[in-house]
């Protein structure tokens, strides 16, 4: 609830917000560098705010985290701490001091990019005589490829769709397997490459 | 003492079982060493599509750096990481995944990792990692850095 009212002030003032509900979900999200600045709840469930903060600073995130509790945080790694209840003005006026962070594209060569597409492309095939034999082990072995791989060739898409079938196939069952594949397939090959 | 210390190329070793994935990722480090002020940038490249590949060059090359995919064909990168902790327990190891499973993380810090790219590569995760790097460089004990550092 407070949640929301307060992604609402920060979305009217102009920021893109991004919610997450646990620690565990907070370093996942933050793993992405898509963020200027994370706001932790200090405690949470699955994992608090406190361990989130020391598991990202482990791997090297520099970027600022911002505890808020209700009580004092005295933990090394956060750049600033909020104490709560929270007021957005004040918030406001800390978020100023953190500028927005320049976002590094990935530099990708056209050859490269053509060369991947090219491969992409074989995948499909391959997939689809997979498929065909219900060859369903080495079928997803390679969705679970595209799904890694795609996306840093400027497919976004395609990984999304690996992603998608990847979630969904266990609860999948065994005679619909097939058109299943199929319409992944299908999907796929409507994202014209190139 | 700075000018005129000839440092020697340091070396990353680049796992990953798609090849298209390791020259993005060599095009990208390379680009990132020449546009961002970081201090360790002289690096030579090796490369490996597979486990039993990654521990022969990792034997022989002993990189101080190493990207390190968790999925390979045969067999997971984390017991390659703790494989390569090791024959050099200073080697600085990036994971990368698809997966960004707190799992998979947990047992990456644990093993010994220095960081963890979560698939796709962007720019700015990569830079994230390299400057990491160099702080992690210069805490390293001196004697383990200066065998790097040679007089013309």
Same mark, same amino acid.
């Given at each position: 609830?407070?949640?929301?009212?307060?992604?609402?002030?920060?979305?009217?003032?102009?920021?893109?917000?991004?919610?997450?509900?646990?620690?565990?979900?907070?370093?996942?999200?933050?793993?992405?560098?898509?963020?200027?600045?994370?706001?932790?709840?200090?405690?949470?469930?699955?994992?608090?705010?406190?361990?989130?903060?020391?598991?990202?600073?482990?791997?090297?995130?520099?970027?600022?985290?911002?505890?808020?509790?209700?009580?004092?945080?005295?933990?090394?790694?956060?750049?600033?701490?909020?104490?709560?209840?929270?007021?957005?003005?004040?918030?406001?006026?800390?978020?100023?001091?953190?500028?927005?962070?320049?976002?590094?594209?990935?530099?990708?060569?056209?050859?490269?990019?053509?060369?991947?597409?090219?491969?992409?492309?074989?995948?499909?095939?391959?997939?689809?005589?997979?498929?065909?034999?219900?060859?369903?082990?080495?079928?997803?072995?390679?969705?679970?490829?595209?799904?890694?791989?795609?996306?840093?060739?400027?497919?976004?898409?395609?990984?999304?769709?690996?992603?998608?079938?990847?979630?969904?196939?266990?609860?999948?069952?065994?005679?619909?397997?097939?058109?299943?594949?199929?319409?992944?397939?299908?999907?796929?090959?409507?994202?014209?490459?190139? | 003492?700075?000018?005129?210390?000839?440092?020697?190329?340091?070396?990353?070793?680049?796992?990953?079982?798609?090849?298209?994935?390791?020259?993005?990722?060599?095009?990208?480090?390379?680009?990132?060493?020449? @546009?961002?002020?970081?201090?360790?940038? /002289?690096? &030579?490249?090796?490369?490996?599509?597979?486990?039993?590949?990654?521990? !022969? #060059?990792?034997?022989?090359?002993?990189?101080?750096?190493?990207?390190?995919?968790?999925?390979?064909?045969?067999?997971?990168?984390?017991?390659?990481?703790?494989?390569?902790?090791?024959?050099?327990?200073?080697?600085?190891?990036?994971?990368?995944?698809?997966?960004?499973?707190?799992?998979?993380? @947990?047992?990456?810090?644990?093993?010994? /990792?220095? &960081?963890?790219?979560?698939?796709?590569?962007?720019?700015?995760?990569? !830079? #994230?990692?390299?400057?990491?790097?160099?702080?992690?460089?210069?805490?390293?004990?001196?004697?383990?850095?200066?065998?790097?550092?040679?007089?013309?």
């Amino acid at each position: 609830m407070l949640a929301q009212l307060f992604q609402l002030q920060a979305e009217t003032a102009g920021h893109q917000v991004v919610w997450v509900e646990n620690g565990d979900l907070a370093v996942q999200h933050a793993l992405s560098y898509q963020f200027d600045i994370i706001l932790m709840d200090v405690q949470m469930p699955v994992l608090d705010g406190v361990s989130a903060m020391q598991m990202l600073r482990t791997l090297g995130y520099d970027r600022p985290i911002i505890a808020m509790s209700a009580e004092q945080v005295t933990e090394p790694g956060f750049d600033l701490a909020l104490k709560k209840p929270l007021q957005w003005q004040n918030v406001q006026q800390q978020l100023v001091k953190f500028k927005a962070i320049p976002a590094i594209a990935l530099e990708l060569p056209s050859e490269l990019k053509h060369a991947y597409q090219a491969h992409a492309q074989q995948l499909f095939l391959q997939l689809g005589s997979l498929a065909e034999q219900q060859e369903w082990e080495e079928f997803m072995t390679i969705v679970h490829q595209l799904k890694g791989s795609a996306a840093s060739f400027d497919l976004a898409i395609i990984s999304e769709l690996a992603h998608q079938l990847q979630s969904e196939w266990h609860s999948i069952p065994a005679e619909q397997r097939k058109q299943r594949a199929a319409y992944f397939l299908e999907q796929c090959k409507a994202c014209k490459l190139k | 003492m700075q000018t005129k210390v000839k440092v020697r190329e340091q070396k990353i070793l680049l796992v990953d079982d798609l090849d298209y994935n390791r020259q993005l990722l060599r095009n990208n480090l390379t680009a990132l060493f020449s @546009k961002e002020k970081l201090k360790y940038k /002289a690096f &030579s490249y090796f490369q490996a599509h597979n486990s039993s590949s990654a521990l !022969l #060059a990792f034997s022989q090359q002993l990189p101080e750096m190493v990207f390190l995919d968790i999925e390979l064909p045969d067999g997971s990168g984390l017991e390659l990481l703790k494989r390569f902790k090791e024959q050099k327990p200073d080697c600085f190891v990036v994971m990368v995944s698809g997966v960004s499973t707190l799992d998979n993380v @947990k047992t990456s810090i644990a093993s010994g /990792a220095a &960081s963890f790219i979560v698939k796709p590569f962007t720019g700015d995760k990569i !830079l #994230a990692v390299l400057k990491q790097f160099d702080r992690y460089y210069d805490k390293l004990p001196k004697q383990v850095a200066e065998p790097l550092l040679q007089k013309p």
